[in-house]
Each structure stands twice: as structure tokens, then as C-alpha cells.
């Protein structure tokens, strides 16, 4: 099993130095997790790294395909609130 | 370009009298010891006397934070917007060394290279470093500065040290971690994510003893705070006296910029941002404990150019790489404008400590008439681009720079309190349907103040201006703020305007 970066990313760089595997590379349009070296930090770190430091939310999936960190975890801002908001911003 | 145009000398026989002269110093930092001074003297950062002068530059090399701030939004890329954290493209060290180089020669005023982000450049430790170590060798006049969350300061304090780095910025919101879990959700903390109270109890402490470090170090702490209202406002004052302690030697309390469309949890809950009046009066309550600033731009983490504009544009990689650039002749250069900007200062600040000739006792009658002994203080708004004068036209201001002007008798206390950014109403353009707007907005921006000194203003503005009850003036173009500021002080004194002396028994009208 390992983790996938998808596109939300913003290449913000804080997670390819902590991955115990080096299986983090800066790529276009972001950043890959290569599933073969990727270990989900297994006996390596109790949480996975990647996803302890990714400050944006659902960019990171695990194994299952489920975003590590879903919508409002990170931010506190709940999803609701943020789909108002984008909507309201789009209606300008 | 001849050096007069970057930096004009000025030759004003205006008889004002600015408070380095007379009354209370405005030099904010003249109470520091004279090393502390001889380095911030030409930091457009962290001297507002200084912010006139030169320039500055931040290079956008470290993306990654260690934490999450409710101010921040981490999806940072825009080019449009001027606010903390926001950049254009992220560079590599190499590219920060060739675009700092780039600047530094076109440039000459520069003398401070920062990085601010848009993360944490602690948490970039190589690319931050590796930007230093560089640039301390191919441009070693140029000031290096980092500005951090503290996080990660303590474990590179020695490592700062080593690279030639003696200016530091720490944010610092809260010295309580109760206050501080409403202001940061989570840290990411000897590998994993930690939140609430405890986060920011880590955050807290690694913040001190950062700080407390640096200060043992010898190195200049200037700490940042974001006055975020019914958060941290009241217990800015308590971080103000704590950070004191340990040796901060500056403090700047910024407002948060909070709106729906930047993103951020506090613009999207709802979480408003301090008024004038509130930062202001926050900025008093601090100022008895410690150095104030005042005249940060909050800028974005890849500016360039003076403190009041941002001429990133011109320096793209794209731009960069196609300059040819001799990198010994921009430094001896830089040394010739920096020169020419101290004799200028030196200047500025002979004439005003010049004698004291009350610009009243010039004009008026010679019928002496008691001066009222504490008149009232009045904020006049200046457009300024730099060089310590009046030099830009109203409609083209991006800014306004607030003074406050108070009479003692015949002396005048000039004091700068904030600028205040405009949207431009005048773009020169076809863009001119929209003007009454904008022409209202920056009327809005200038509420409280008395004047507005330009170096020229056209007729429309003019009468808008004095329509919303602002005196609109253009006669002290190229002179030095200060002494500008304290003639027009006493023409709305002797005129009546500020509600001490009857109008018609004023001899000096207002010139248009």
C-alpha cells in the first residue's frame, strides 16, 4: 500500500525531506510519491510524514484512496462554511 | 542616472520646525545604544527614517511551513495581491543569488536581503542557508535578514549566527498558549501534527527561547505581532513587556488582513481586521515598554524596491537572464548611492536642527500674540515615494503616510503614525469611468487627518478633498516631510482649523 499526492498540491516542498524512503519527488504539476518506494512511514514514524506536514487538505491519499486529511482537519474551517464561501465569491 | 534623481538633495528655506529639532524626537530608536543603531541606520525595516531612503528585496526560496497560522492561506500563489505569504514563484537558491544580484545593481538604494517565506524559512533550513552562505560571499554589502515563527529558531540559532545574519524577525502573537490555539491550529513537531492549546504551548516556548538566544547572541530580535481584535489585542501589551524583557529591541504590531476571497479561516469565519483608530491606539499602548514600528508595508514575501512599492515585475527569472550584469561594478555603485543618500540625510537633519523660526512670526504681523500653550494635534497625510520629501502627485499616491503634527507654544512635535495604502483612482488611462469611486475610497483612507500634502493635485480632487473637509495642499513639493508637516501645521493653526484661534482673525490664508 502507499500514499498518493494528487493535484491540490502546491508544491510546497515540506514533506520530501521528512519521508523516511526518499520516495518523494518535485515533479510537474506536482510533487509524486512513488507507490513502489513508499512505506505509509511503517516502522518507521507512528503517523505517515507526509501527511503529519501537508498543510492542504485532501492532497495526500492513502492506500484506500481516502484523503488523509480531510476537509476542515487542517484548517478548522468547517466545509460547508467554505463551499458557501466559494459560491457567494463565484456569484460576485 | 545621476544620483540627485534617486535620492533628491533638498534645499527647502522652509522655516518648519520638525521634532528631531524641537520638542520630542520622532527617531524612534534614538534611545538605543550605538551599535544597535549603527546597524539598523540604513535597514529600511527596522528604521523609519531609513524606510525614505533605501530599499529592500525578499527572494520567495522557502515554501514549506512547520505550521498553520488562521491568518494564513497555504495555496500562497498570486501575483495581485500584496500581503504576507503571497508570491509569485517559488525560487531556488540559486536562482534567489542570480535575482538578488539582478536587483542589487539595478537597484543601488538596496541594502537588505530578506527571507520571509512564503512558509518558514527555518523550516527551509538548506534552501535558506544555502541563500545566505552565497550571497554573503558574492554581495557581502548587502544586509542579510530572516523572519520566522520561531519554531524551529532554537535548534538554528548557531547555524543564523555563522551566516552573517544579524537581524531577525520573530512573529510572536501570544505569550499565553490559550490565546495561542486560537490563532494556530496545528505545528508539525518532532514528526508528527500536533494542535490545540498544546501545539501552541510548543510554539510559545520554542518562540522565547529562541528569542532569548539570539538576544544573548548579540543578534537585533525585532518581533512582529498581528493584532487580531477580540484574540490577542488587549494581551499584545503583556507580549510587548515579555519580549522586552528578553531583549527584543523593536516591535511591530501589524493588523490582520482578513477577507473571504484570501481564504483564510479568519477571513472566511468572519473574523474582522483592527480599524486605524484601534492599531493605533494598540500601537500607544505598546510604545510606553518599548520601540514602536510604524511604518511597515506588510509585504508580500517576494517584494522588491522601497518599502511603499513593489517592482517585482521587473525582475523575472525570464527578465533576469536576459540582463548582463558586472556584479563589482553595482556593488562600488551601491556604495557611491549610499553615499550620496548620507550626505543627503546628514543634511535633512542639519536643517532641522537648525534654530527655530516660528513660520508665523514670518508672516504675520509683528503684533506679538500669545501662542496657545498645548494646541491640538492634527494627522496630515503626505504622498511620498522616498527621499524624505513631498514627491508625488495625488492622483498617483499609492500610499499616504500619516503624520501627527501637535503644538507646544511655538514648537511643533511631528511624529509619523502609519501609512495608509489607496487604491490608485488615476491610472491615466480609459480606466477614468470608475474614478469617483476610487476617489472616494482614498478619501475614506484619509479620515482623520486635517490635510493632504501632494506634490501637485488636480482640480476635481482638489475641491472633492475640501468638499469631505480635507485642506489639499501642493506647496511644499521636494521639501522634507517633517519640516512640511510642521508649516502647514501652524497655516491650519493660524487659519483656524484646528479649532483654537478665530478664522477671521487669522492673517495667513490657506494657499491654494
Known sequence: MAYRIIETCVNCWACEPLCPSNAIQAATPHFVIDARACTECDGAFADAQCASICPVEGAILDGAGVAVNPPGSLTGIPPERMAQAIAEIRAR | ?512
Open chain 2, 1 to 512: 542616472m545621476a544620483l540627485e534623481a534617486l535620492d533628491q538633495p533638498t534645499s527647502s528655506a522652509a522655516g518648519g520646525c520638525a521634532s528631531s529639532g524641537c520638542g520630542s524626537s520622532s527617531d524612534k530608536l534614538a534611545h538605543l545604544p550605538e551599535h544597535i543603531r549603527a546597524k539598523v541606520h540604513n535597514h529600511p525595516c527596522f528604521s523609519e527614517d531609513a524606510h525614505h531612503h533605501y530599499a529592500r528585496m525578499h527572494v520567495a526560496v522557502a515554501p514549506a511551513c512547520n505550521i498553520q497560522c488562521h491568518y494564513c492561506n497555504r495555496k500562497y500563489d498570486c501575483s495581485n495581491e500584496s500581503r504576507p505569504g503571497v508570491v509569485s514563484e517559488v525560487l531556488t537558491p540559486e536562482q534567489a543569488v542570480a535575482k538578488t544580484l539582478a536587483v542589487a545593481a539595478e537597484i543601488p538604494q538596496m541594502t537588505v536581503l530578506g527571507i520571509a517565506g512564503p512558509g518558514d524559512p527555518l523550516a527551509n533550513p538548506e534552501r535558506t542557508l544555502a541563500t545566505f552562505r552565497a550571497l554573503t560571499e558574492k554581495a557581502p554589502d548587502i544586509k542579510l535578514c530572516v523572519s520566522t515563527n520561531g519554531l524551529a529558531l532554537p535548534e538554528l540559532v548557531d547555524e543564523i549566527c555563522q551566516h552573517n545574519i544579524d537581524h531577525v524577525t520573530i512573529t510572536i502573537n501570544c505569550v499565553d498558549p490559550e490565546i495561542g490555539a486560537k490563532i494556530y491550529p496545528w505545528i508539525f513537531w518532532n514528526n508528527r501534527r500536533i494542535k490545540g492549546v498544546k501545539a501552541a504551548q510548543i510554539l510559545i516556548e520554542q518562540q522565547q527561547k529562541g528569542l532569548q538566544m539570539l538576544c544573548d547572541r548579540g543578534v537585533l530580535v525585532k518581533v512582529n505581532s498581528v493584532l487580531i481584535p477580540g484574540v490577542n489585542d488587549e494581551h499584545l501589551k503583556e507580549v510587548s513587556r515579555v519580549v522586552k524583557a528578553k531583549g527584543a529591541f523593536l516591535h511591530n504590531v501589524m493588523p490582520l488582513i482578513a477577507e473571504p476571497e484570501h481564504g483564510t479561516f479568519y477571513g472566511l469565519m468572519g473574523q474582522r481586521g483592527p480599524s486605524n483608530d484601534e492599531l493605533q491606539a494598540l500601537q500607544e499602548a505598546c510604545a510606553g515598554d518599548m520601540a514602536m514600528m510604524r511604518h511597515c508595508r506588510q509585504c508580500r514575501a517576494d517584494a522588491v524596491g522601497m518599502l511603499g512599492e513593489d517592482r517585482g515585475a521587473e525582475f523575472t527569472l525570464e527578465k533576469i537572464a536576459a540582463m548582463d550584469i558586472d556584479y563589482a561594478a553595482a556593488m562600488q555603485r551601491r556604495a557611491e548611492v549610499h553615499a550620496a543618500i548620507e550626505a543627503n540625510r546628514t543634511a535633512q537633519q542639519q536643517q532641522r536642527n537648525e534654530t527655530f523660526v516660528p513660520i508665523t512670526s514670518l508672516k504675520r504681523s509683528s503684533k506679538p500674540k500669545p501662542a496657545p500653550l498645548a494646541a491640538p494635534p492634527a494627522r496630515i497625510a503626505v504622498a511620498s515615494s522616498g527621499g524624505g520629501v513631498i514627491n508625488v502627485h495625488f492622483g498617483h499616491a499609492r500610499e499616504f503616510l500619516i503624520y501627527e503634527a501637535a503644538g507646544v507654544g511655538d514648537r511643533v512635535d511631528v511624529r509619523f503614525l502609519a501609512a495608509r495604502k489607496v487604491d490608485l483612482y488615476c491610472a491615466g488611462g480609459d480606466t477614468c469611468g470608475d474614478a469617483e469611486d476610487a476617489l472616494a475610497k482614498t478619501i475614506r483612507t484619509l479620515a482623520g487627518c486635517t490635510a493632504v500634502l501632494c506634490s501637485k493635485i488636480g482640480i476635481e480632487p482638489w475641491d472633492r478633498l475640501e468638499a469631505a473637509g480635507l485642506v489639499p495642499n501642493g506647496e511644499h513639493a521636494m521639501e522634507p516631510i517633517e519640516d512640511a508637516v510642521a508649516a502647514v501645521y501652524h497655516e491650519l493653526l493660524a487659519a483656524g482649523r484646528l479649532g483654537v484661534e478665530d478664522a477671521a482673525d487669522a492673517p495667513v490664508a490657506l494657499s491654494a
